[in-house]
């Protein structure tokens, strides 16, 4: 069931009744034609993710007719054959049991979605471990180490153990990550071995990407606030350009919604009228709603009127507007006159 979720793009040949459907809405549509009681027992061998993932789907499907049903099942029938051609003599010998029962061209593109399915992340053992525990395992390593291991985890995850990681340890880390780009496989097995952990053997020799800045970003979003201060701090003396990047990508204007009433009025006072219609051009409209809620009728009629009249406006001047509203909100926080929901605060007490 984990593979046809992983298989999610179409193969050439497909029926008009196929509407392009995911990986994951395949499967949902699989469970609910064979009925509850198998469903439930294939549920036993899926992890908690997938089974959360399947049920959202599910309660998602709307009135499937009974040919894309049948679409989706000759799909798992070729998918599952090619599985066990492939487990029984390996993918020639599929390809070519394939090719004579199917086509080339379909064999071609099932042992493509298939062998891609097959494929494992790096460090994919620990992903479902408890960050405590995780945290415990790791945090004597080399901190390139554990950049490299928070680098693959889910960035909730990873924010749990970088805020708790020695203060003189988070700053490299964050920096580690942040200027990351690629590693060899041969660097990841070395890791793996270290930890005394045995993964899957990685299908591609192409180097994996992972980390960078927007890694190091959503991790940062997540911890507590003064884990944060500190890292960006630290940052700022050894890398102050890095720091200044990682900055602008912290907390983007349509995160404006986390702030409470009192918060957005405050920032209001701050910021300039025709910066925030300018702000608001390219935004949704629960954004704008956030916005014109917490202004006078009147203010924000003739905000409502300076967007309107304002006409056609370059995307850099609204993403410039929208950075200098973003700064008056950082600076705020900094101050302590307002509050930035975050997830993670006040967990994991070590």
């Known amino acids: 069931m984990a593979k046809i979720m992983d298989t999610g793009s179409d193969y050439t040949g497909k ?3 196929d509407k392009n459907f995911n990986g994951r809405q395949k499967a949902a549509i699989f469970l609910v034609t064979i009925g509850s009681e198998i469903s439930a027992e294939i549920f036993k061998y899926l992890r908690e993710d997938e089974i959360e993932t399947l049920t959202f789907e599910i309660a998602r499907l709307e ?6 049903k049948d679409v989706i099942l000759q799909e798992f029938q070729e998918l599952m054959m090619a599985n066990q051609f492939i487990s029984s003599g390996g993918i020639d010998y599929a390809r070519e049991l394939l090719e004579k029962a199917l086509g080339s061209q379909k064999a071609v593109d099932i042992i493509n979605r298939l062998t891609s399915s097959l494929q494992v992340r790096p460090f994919d053992f620990i992903r479902r471990t408890d960050p405590a525990h995780l945290l415990n395992f790791i945090q004597q390593e080399h901190p390139q180490t554990i950049a ?3 680098a693959y985890l889910e960035p909730n995850k990873a924010s749990v153990i970088l805020q708790n990681l020695p203060h003189e340890v988070q700053s490299d880390v964050a920096r580690r990550i942040a200027t990351m780009d690629r590693t060899s496989p ?4 070395e890791v793996e071995r270290v930890l005394e952990k045995k993964l899957s053997t990685l299908s ?9 800045v927007p890694s190091i970003v959503e991790i940062l979003n997540l911890v507590d606030r003064a884990s ?3 890292i960006i701090e630290s940052l700022e003396d050894e890398d102050p350009e890095l720091a ?6 912290m907390f983007v204007f349509e995160d404006i919604v986390m702030l ?3 918060a957005i009025q405050k920032v209001m006072r701050e910021v300039d009228g025709q910066e925030l219609a300018k702000a608001l051009k390219s935004v949704d409209q629960e954004v704008q709603d956030k916005i014109f809620r917490n202004m006078s009728k009147r203010a924000a009629g003739m905000l409502k009127e300076d967007m309107e009249f304002m006409g056609p406006v370059r995307l850099k001047d609204v993403e410039e507007a929208q950075q200098k509203i973003v700064s008056i909100i950082r600076k705020l926080e900094d101050s302590g006159e307002i509050v930035v929901a975050r997830a993670g605060e006040d967990e994991l007490v070590m």
């Open 15 to 17: 029926k008009k009744s």
């Open 63 to 68: 009135t499937i007719d009974p040919e894309q």
């Open 148 to 150: 490299l291991i928070l």
């Open 186 to 189: 041969e660097v990841l097995r």
């Open 204 to 212: 591609s020799e192409d180097y994996t990407a992972a980390g960078g």
């Open 228 to 230: 944060e201060k500190q």
């Open 244 to 249: 200044e990047e990682i900055k602008k990508r």
């Open 260 to 262: 409470d009433d009192k």
